[in-house]
């Protein structure tokens, strides 16, 4: 299901949404979900020149993600949730995956509870999250754009 949205209203969701971190059920302003926690476990693990990161979200829960600086998969292995990324909110339900366009930010609401999996390439097998983060995402678009 595709709903259409302005940009203007996908701004100031993700302004909503980072500015209540940290409240129940609304987490992350892009980056701080990097590293894993009781609230959003976040798994790390490594192919030969590939990184792949696991969240996985409960029923309920909110989260930015960054401004992705580069073309990479996602999948959703279980759960259902919708995502509102630049123009539109789409429904996803588990098994699933989507290919990311480089400058995607999603706001993300789980319905259920839910597992992704992003995977991004990783050319220099680097094992060093905030490294990899540096190289992979963008904290704004403003950030995105200095970057490409």
Request: net charge negative; aromatic share 14%; proline share 2%.
């Given at each position: 299901m595709k709903l259409k949205k302005t940009n203007d209203e996908v701004t100031e969701l993700i302004k909503?949404?980072?500015?209540?971190?940290?409240?129940?059920?609304?987490?992350?302003?892009?980056?701080s979900i990097a590293e894993t926690s009781e609230i959003i476990p976040i798994k790390h693990d490594?192919?030969?020149q590939i990184y792949i990161r696991q969240m996985n979200m409960s029923s309920?829960?909110?989260?930015?993600?960054?401004?992705h600086n580069h073309?990479?998969?996602?999948?959703?292995?279980?759960?259902?949730?919708?995502?509102?990324e630049s123009d539109?909110?789409?429904?996803?339900?588990?098994?699933?995956?989507?290919?990311?366009k480089p400058g995607a930010q999603r706001v993300i609401y789980a319905?259920?509870?839910?597992?992704?999996i992003n995977v991004h390439k990783n050319p220099s097998n680097t094992k060093n999250i905030k490294e990899l983060e540096d190289e992979i995402v963008s904290m704004t678009m403003e950030e995105f754009n200095k970057k490409k």
């Open positions: 909503i949404v980072t500015e209540n971190s940290g409240l129940e059920g609304f987490y992350g302003d892009g980056k490594f192919a030969d309920g829960q909110v989260v930015v993600g960054a401004v073309l990479h998969v996602w999948f959703l292995l279980t759960g259902k949730v919708y995502i509102i539109e909110k789409i429904e996803h339900v588990a098994p699933c995956y989507t290919i990311s319905v259920e509870d839910s597992i992704f």
